[in-house]
């Protein structure tokens, strides 16, 4: 195994040491593996958790700060957190205004994000959750029931973050973050498998000169494996498998997702085509965000997300952020 690690048994926890050296503004508990905000709780100020298996950095606790989470909670690698840390977070960020969790829609996460927040509510924490499940490459998947939650969970954070930060009460947030989830669509394509330290071999075989079509950000196989393609060729069966179940009327923020492992050069070509085929099928792009946001290890590859966005989104989108993985305006 050629990885940057000491043991595998230790990495979640090193990672979260130097991402506690690397950020003062972050209050990291290693042992509990919760990220807060420094300032929490906020006075009069929802609050957002998310958190899920390590591996996606920067994904979830990369997007702590002002602007977005207000604590997140990192599992094992690719596995979910537990509920105890999901309720140790809210507690640390709740200032009675209430806490949204933020869920992707995998069985382990969903399951536990629910025990979480009957514990917290058991504890006079008000909750609401949404679910982000806006992978259209298949409709269950070894880790759902249902579609996967990828790449919009970024926009749901920042978007949700925004309205959060304005002092909007949990109600609005919580509309907001759906809305945001129900305009989202996306589609990930690899060009390598990824290698757990765990495992320390790729999680599925792909031949040379092949490529996997609707991949998840945990390793798992696509729906469909080709032939190598060009970018081209990629960015309009990405965008094709995108547009069939997302009809936008409004223009769209655009996520060009890299999965860990692809030169952002790469990335910024293959954003070129996917901005070509955009403007071929008549599709408006408001923003575009490129480069390594939800990922998975050092899988070679990238994802493509659209955002159906009105004009209070993109507001909301533009907002001042700074965390680790985002920051803007300020």
């Known amino acids: 195994m050629r990885m940057l690690i000491n043991v595998a048994e230790t990495v979640v926890a090193d990672g979260l040491r130097g991402m506690a050296a690397a950020h003062p503004e972050l209050t990291v508990d290693v042992e509990n593996r919760v990220v807060v905000r420094r300032d929490a709780p906020v006075a009069g100020k929802v609050a957002l958790v998310s958190g899920g298996g390590s591996g996606h950095e920067p994904l979830h606790g990369g997007f702590v700060g ?28 709740d200032s009675g205004a209430g806490v949204l969790f933020v869920v992707k829609n995998y069985t382990g996460d969903v399951l536990n994000f629910d025990m979480a927040a009957e514990l917290a509510e058991d504890e006079g924490i008000q909750v609401a959750k949404v679910l982000v499940n806006d992978d259209v490459a298949v409709t269950d998947s ?15 954070e920042k978007i949700a973050g925004a309205a959060a930060d304005e002092g909007q009460p949990l109600e609005r947030v919580e509309a907001v973050a759906r809305q945001v989830n129900e305009n989202s669509r996306s589609f990930g394509v690899a060009l390598s498998a990824c290698t757990t330290p765990a495992k320390g071999s790729p999680t599925f075989d792909l031949p040379a000169g092949e490529l996997e079509l609707g991949i998840g950000i945990h390793g798992e196989p696509g729906r469909e ?45 293959f954003n ?11 599709v408006a792009v408001a923003r ?14 990238a994802s493509v997300t659209l955002c159906q966005v009105d004009e209070e989104l993109l507001r909301l989108w533009d907002a001042p952020v700074s965390t680790p993985g985002l920051r803007w305006g300020m």
């Open 66 to 93: 002002p602007g977005m989470l207000s604590a997140a909670c990192p599992g094992e690698v690719f596995t979910s957190p537990v509920p105890d840390q999901m309720l140790r977070a809210a507690a640390a960020v």
């Open 142 to 156: 070894l880790y759902t029931a249902g579609r996967r939650g990828t790449g919009a969970t970024l926009f749901v």
């Open 225 to 269: 494996r080709r032939p190598m393609m060009t970018s081209g060729e990629i960015a309009d069966f990405a965008v094709h498998a995108v547009l069939e179940d997302l009809r936008p009327s409004n223009p769209v923020l655009l996520l060009v997702n890299g999965m860990g492992a692809t030169p952002l050069l790469e990335l910024y070509g």
């Open 272 to 282: 070129a085509e996917v901005h070509r085929v955009l403007a071929e099928r008549g």
């Open 288 to 301: 575009t965000l490129v480069g390594d946001y939800v990922t998975s290890l050092d899988m070679a590859g």
